[in-house]
């Protein structure tokens, strides 16, 4: 009999991957997804534990849970609760103290071992407890990559693929080190292999995801270890693999070759999320960031005369340990001299196990909201403009998914901008023609003019079609 699985994914792209894979590794075993965890015979909370109050929203999405899991016991059904993630990673003992509806506790590195722990806590269950108590936060071996079923179902044109996990880098405020766990990074072959499968089902933009993905050192067959430039060309030559993204890289780990990659390779698509975290070099030290605003800027030049259409995003964390307004006011002369055409900015929340948490100058509160406030104000006039001088420009934008409105399509540009598509009546026609409302243009690249710049998203008329790959 089948069985539905509700997963609620929290937090970074590489959750969303994990969340994928999680789907597929229960698949086999007669669990489908479903939309709600009302219905769901097993529900999985994947969670972020990057910021503040992230387990405090994971332990009252529990309490929400055990509702629904109490009513179906009262009609002698089953339900399991499995916490997996960061959170689990780092609280999970804790976790199954405090919550006692809790049924399983796994890592990011141990989710292909969830039909196991399913039977086990299955087994706790028949042999008469409410929960079940089945926990595995292991750092294995054998990666989880060896193990995993080979994805079968891509529904959407752009996928993200997991290429490398973990961080080596101990930056004084994150808790990746930790919850990831040692930098990891998957061999060529394999990845090659998963794109390849990916390009057989459609799948045109491919992002390559790692917590430090700039650092990726995966073996190759022959010879030594390949770096994200050496990955990067592979790709691009897959048939069908027109455009490809990484995140998130690392400054320190932007060389001369993954830099003339920008400039080499078309797939390559013009833009790239380069954190810098703060501009104040007295911070940058105290964070353990490894370099200098100097460094920095000389990065971006390498980078802008390689390929001078280059959009740039960036991460910021404001109210670090020691920060004072001099170290802020060098953040936004850093932010004015690059010019983000986006950018996620954070308020500095400590972390327990991490150094900076321990430091005893923290900043107080209301400071950390002023200058978050000043900080995304400038941020967000940039990406304003960047998206004003897209007006008039026409781009090859890959249609995703339907807008609210009707004959519309949105999708993405090369510099990573959503793009509402407003379909012509000629086209609707046209469409209107196949088995599948808009299938002559869904999941295709085509050509776009913009005519109108939000701040968060651009419109654009349909120009033609793009030859596909
Ligand atoms: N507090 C605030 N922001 C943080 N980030 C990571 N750790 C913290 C923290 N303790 C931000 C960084 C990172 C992004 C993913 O999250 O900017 O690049
Ligand atoms: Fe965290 Fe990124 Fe620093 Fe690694 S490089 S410790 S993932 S912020």
């Given at each position: 009999m089948s069985k539905k699985v509700f997963i609620k994914t929290y937090g970074c792209q590489m959750n969303v991957y994990d969340s994928n894979r999680m789907a597929n590794v229960l698949k086999p075993h007669g669990y489908e997804m479903s939309e709600s965890s009302d219905d769901a015979d097993l529900v999985i909370l994947n969670t972020c534990h990057i910021r503040e109050k992230a387990a405090e929203k994971v332990y009252s999405e529990i309490g929400r849970l055990k509702k629904n899991k109490v009513a179906k016991a009262a009609e002698g059904n089953d339900m399991f609760i499995a916490i997996a993630g960061c959170v689990a990673q780092a609280e999970g003992a804790e976790m199954m103290k405090r919550a006692p509806a809790v049924d399983m506790v796994l890592g990011p590195q141990t989710y292909h071992r969830l039909p196991e722990m399913l039977k086990e806590a299955q087994a706790q269950r028949d042999a008469g407890r409410n929960s079940s108590r089945v926990m595995d936060t292991e750092f294995p071996v054998d990666t989880k990559f060896d193990h995993l079923p080979e994805e079968s179902d891509f529904d959407n044109p752009a996928q993200f693929l997991t290429i490398q996990e973990g961080c080596d880098k101990f930056c004084a405020f994150c808790v990746v080190p930790y919850t990831r766990g040692a930098e990891y990074s998957r061999s060529v072959a394999d990845v090659i292999s998963e794109a390849e499968r990916m390009a057989a089902k459609g799948v045109v933009e491919i992002t390559l995801l790692g917590q430090n993905v700039n650092a990726y050192h995966g073996a190759e067959e022959q010879g030594e270890a390949a770096g994200l430039a050496a990955l990067i060309k592979a790709v691009a030559a897959v048939?069908?693999?027109?455009r490809i993204r990484y995140t998130t890289s690392h400054p320190r780990d932007m060389d001369d070759e993954l830099i003339n990659v920008h400039r080499d390779v078309d797939a390559c698509m013009p833009y790239l999320h380069l954190p810098v975290q703060s501009g104040s070099d007295k911070i940058l030290a105290a964070m353990n960031r490894q370099h200098t605003r100097e460094d920095y800027f000389a990065t971006i030049d390498k980078l802008r005369a390689a390929r001078p259409d280059l959009a740039l995003s960036g991460d910021f964390i404001v109210g670090f340990p020691g920060e004072t307004d001099q170290d802020f006011e060098d953040t936004l002369d850093l932010v004015r001299r690059v010019k983000y055409a986006q950018a996620y900015s954070f308020k500095y929340s400590p972390r327990p196990g991490t150094p900076a948490s321990t430091i005893e100058e923290q900043v107080p509160e209301e400071v950390k909201s002023a200058r978050l406030a000043r900080l995304q104000d400038l941020l967000e006039q940039h990406q304003q403009e960047f998206n004003d001088a897209s007006v008039g420009m026409e781009m090859d934008i890959l249609l995703e998914r339907e807008g609210k409105q009707a004959g519309q399509l949105i999708g993405r540009s090369p510099y990573l901008q959503a793009v509402h598509v407003d379909l012509q009546t000629a086209d609707i026609a046209l469409d209107a023609?196949?088995?599948?409302?808009y299938s002559g243009y869904m999941d295709k690249l085509v050509r776009v003019k913009i005519v109108e710049a939000g701040q968060r998203s651009l419109k654009g008329e349909l120009v033609g079609t793009v030859p596909q790959p």
């Amino acid at each position: 009999m089948s069985k539905k699985v509700f997963i609620k994914t929290y937090g970074c792209q590489m959750n969303v991957y994990d969340s994928n894979r999680m789907a597929n590794v229960l698949k086999p075993h007669g669990y489908e997804m479903s939309e709600s965890s009302d219905d769901a015979d097993l529900v999985i909370l994947n969670t972020c534990h990057i910021r503040e109050k992230a387990a405090e929203k994971v332990y009252s999405e529990i309490g929400r849970l055990k509702k629904n899991k109490v009513a179906k016991a009262a009609e002698g059904n089953d339900m399991f609760i499995a916490i997996a993630g960061c959170v689990a990673q780092a609280e999970g003992a804790e976790m199954m103290k405090r919550a006692p509806a809790v049924d399983m506790v796994l890592g990011p590195q141990t989710y292909h071992r969830l039909p196991e722990m399913l039977k086990e806590a299955q087994a706790q269950r028949d042999a008469g407890r409410n929960s079940s108590r089945v926990m595995d936060t292991e750092f294995p071996v054998d990666t989880k990559f060896d193990h995993l079923p080979e994805e079968s179902d891509f529904d959407n044109p752009a996928q993200f693929l997991t290429i490398q996990e973990g961080c080596d880098k101990f930056c004084a405020f994150c808790v990746v080190p930790y919850t990831r766990g040692a930098e990891y990074s998957r061999s060529v072959a394999d990845v090659i292999s998963e794109a390849e499968r990916m390009a057989a089902k459609g799948v045109v933009e491919i992002t390559l995801l790692g917590q430090n993905v700039n650092a990726y050192h995966g073996a190759e067959e022959q010879g030594e270890a390949a770096g994200l430039a050496a990955l990067i060309k592979a790709v691009a030559a897959v048939d069908g693999i027109s455009r490809i993204r990484y995140t998130t890289s690392h400054p320190r780990d932007m060389d001369d070759e993954l830099i003339n990659v920008h400039r080499d390779v078309d797939a390559c698509m013009p833009y790239l999320h380069l954190p810098v975290q703060s501009g104040s070099d007295k911070i940058l030290a105290a964070m353990n960031r490894q370099h200098t605003r100097e460094d920095y800027f000389a990065t971006i030049d390498k980078l802008r005369a390689a390929r001078p259409d280059l959009a740039l995003s960036g991460d910021f964390i404001v109210g670090f340990p020691g920060e004072t307004d001099q170290d802020f006011e060098d953040t936004l002369d850093l932010v004015r001299r690059v010019k983000y055409a986006q950018a996620y900015s954070f308020k500095y929340s400590p972390r327990p196990g991490t150094p900076a948490s321990t430091i005893e100058e923290q900043v107080p509160e209301e400071v950390k909201s002023a200058r978050l406030a000043r900080l995304q104000d400038l941020l967000e006039q940039h990406q304003q403009e960047f998206n004003d001088a897209s007006v008039g420009m026409e781009m090859d934008i890959l249609l995703e998914r339907e807008g609210k409105q009707a004959g519309q399509l949105i999708g993405r540009s090369p510099y990573l901008q959503a793009v509402h598509v407003d379909l012509q009546t000629a086209d609707i026609a046209l469409d209107a023609d196949r088995d599948t409302p808009y299938s002559g243009y869904m999941d295709k690249l085509v050509r776009v003019k913009i005519v109108e710049a939000g701040q968060r998203s651009l419109k654009g008329e349909l120009v033609g079609t793009v030859p596909q790959p």
